[in-house]
């Protein structure tokens, strides 16, 4: 949990600056050139340390699906991560029957509570099943219902609290009820949804926070019916969830979306599946028989895409060939914006009294290696 890291430039304000860092029981105690303590040291040998990725929507990757997965299959998972620079992750639950949802949550909240030799499991992510069956994506549609909010309350106590986001779309009964009741509690994105713009409107006034997966299984926008694309557009604190994959978004949309929202309200995020990591062949997502081709995942059914093969390092380096941004501007889409969302602030950030998270990148901004709490869990 002690660590020196020497000769590196590391990114603190926006910026690189030439600087070592020293972890201390698993907490960034100093950040400064020339620093010297009693602790085991790792040479950066100039590379680039960043805080370490923050995967806030994942359903899997290395042949892992979270719905189905044991804890070991989670510590499977979180290595695997870590490999590419992500330091924690939220385990996205998809819509599933409420007994498999109960027992992915009971085995996901026994793996937070577990050393996992990689990224630290941060929460739950509930992705539906209050969702619009006319924008289900992978959803499936006969476990997609109508807004519970008992429900919610029995999830979030049976995972003791760890459900730290959901997604939701407004439209569907009962679910501004729900909104309203837990937004104070964790944070609620709308997504899979046609919902028109007075209610996504209201969804937000009630305290939606994000939105999943911008652009990709909502109604888009329409000069006279703006619908919650446009609401979402509209609306300068909502977070936009982007799957910067070259698949579900093209680098203009990108673009786009940067410019309209700000570096500071975008988190870049995978939406990955159990395929990530692994060749084309067939998979699960879910319920879901899923078949990868080209690394692009497609409901065996014919039913569209089915989440991605997307990791958080070739996101990063997919936003400096997609954008017109710099580096240095855009590494907070995948560190510290999703804290702030998440509401962790001792993530994202290489400042005194954070967690001890980073992520070394080479010139080529490929893992070098991964520090979790002080601990190297991969080296290239």
């Known amino acids: 949990m002690n660590l020196l890291l020497k000769n590196a430039q590391v990114y603190r304000d926006h910026r690189f600056e030439p600087a070592d860092l020293l972890i ?8 400064c050139p020339d620093l010297s303590a009693e602790a085991p040291v790792l040479d950066a040998g100039g590379k680039k340390c960043l805080p370490g990725f923050l995967d806030i929507h994942t359903h899997g990757g290395c042949n892992v699906d979270v719905n189905a997965a044991t804890p070991e299959d989670i510590r499977t998972l979180a290595r695997f991560f870590a490999s590419h620079g992500t330091t924690g992750f939220l385990t996205s639950v998809l819509t599933d029957t409420e007994e498999q949802t109960s027992l992915a949550i009971s085995r996901i909240t026994q793996a937070m509570h577990q050393p996992t030799g990689g990224a630290r499991v941060l929460g739950i992510h509930l992705e539906g099943p209050f969702l619009s069956p006319d924008y289900k994506g992978a959803m ?22 760890a459900i730290r986001y959901m997604t939701v779309a407004p439209e569907v009964e009962g ?13 609620i994105a709308i997504g ?15 305290g939606a926070k994000a939105c999943t997966h911008t652009f990709n299984g909502m109604r888009l926008f329409h000069q006279h019916q703006p619908a919650i694309m446009g609401a979402v557009l509209a609306s300068p604190d909502v977070y936009c969830e982007a799957i910067c994959d070259g698949r579900h978004l093209h680098p ?14 975008v ?18 997502l879910g319920v879901n028989d899923v078949v990868v081709v080209n690394g ?3 409901l065996a059914n014919g039913g569209g895409r089915a989440g991605s093969t997307l990791t958080m390092d070739v996101a990063l380096r997919n936003l400096t060939k997609f954008t017109s941004c710099s580096l240095e501007q855009l590494i907070p889409l995948l ?22 998270d980073f992520v070394l990148l080479d010139d080529e901004l490929k893992v070098a290696a991964t520090v979790v709490g002080g601990e190297i869990v991969y080296r290239a």
């Open 24 to 31: 201390r029981d698993g907490k960034v105690e100093a950040v």
């Open 140 to 161: 499936p549609e006969s476990l997609l219902r109508k807004g519970d909010a008992a429900w919610v309350r029995r999830c979030q106590q049976e995972a003791g609290g």
């Open 175 to 187: 679910v501004q009820d729900i909104i309203r009741e837990f937004s104070g509690e964790f944070a």
């Open 192 to 206: 899979h949804s046609g919902a028109d713009y007075a209610t996504a409107k209201e969804a937000i006034a009630n």
């Open 252 to 265: 203009g949309t990108v673009e786009m979306l940067l410019q309209c929202k700000g570096l500071d309200r």
């Open 267 to 284: 988190v870049a995020i995978t939406d990955s599946i159990q395929a990530a990591g692994l060749p084309d062949g067939n998979y699960k």
């Open 296 to 298: 692009d995942a497609q």
């Open 335 to 356: 560190t510290e914006n999703p804290a702030n969302l998440i509401g962790l602030p001792c993530k994202g950030r290489l400042e005194p009294g954070c967690d001890g």
